[in-house]
Nanobody, 132 residues
Framework: QVQLVESGGGLVQPGGSLRLSCAAS????????IAWFRQAPGKEREAVSL????????DYADSVKGRFTISRDNAKNTVYLQMNGLKPEDTAVYYC?????????????????????????WGQGTQVTVSS
């Protein structure tokens, strides 16, 4: 059974840090593109970061560049999102999502990674609240 489970969310003060985890089961993250999305109340879902496991390349939304870092631990079949310099506007439910990434899919994924409907697997989400 394919499953993604996020953890690591919580309440943090502005300027603080959190590390989110996305533990995968039922498939190997090596062959998938894993992305983090977030959704704040009353707002549309927003793509935050991508990890393309075939070559380790990454991408980020402009709003988080320089503050967030996506990484992986293949031995644990887990992807992480390190979030530093958190701002109140980062408050949202954060989701990880996965899509199969064959070699032929590379060009398409690189330009469509922000489109959530292309991901077949989603976690249940973890709440991140940035507030003083």
């Amino acid at each position: 059974q394919v499953q993604l489970v996020e953890s690591g969310g919580g309440l943090v003060q502005p300027g603080g840090s959190l590390r989110l985890s996305c533990a995968a089961s039922g498939f190997l993250v090596d062959y998938y593109a894993i992305a983090w999305f977030r959704q704040a109340p009353g707002k549309e879902r927003e793509a935050v970061s991508l990890l393309f496991n075939r070559d380790g390349s990454t991408d980020y939304a402009d709003s988080v560049k320089g503050r967030f870092t996506i990484s992986r631990d293949n031995a644990k079949n887990t992807v992480y999102l390190q979030m530093n310099g958190l701002k109140p506007e980062d408050t949202a439910v954060y989701y990880c999502a996965a899509r199969f990434a064959g070699q032929a899919d590379v060009p398409v994924i690189r330009v469509t990674w922000t489109e959530g409907f292309r991901y077949g697997y989603w976690g249940q989400g973890t709440q991140v609240t940035v507030s003083s």
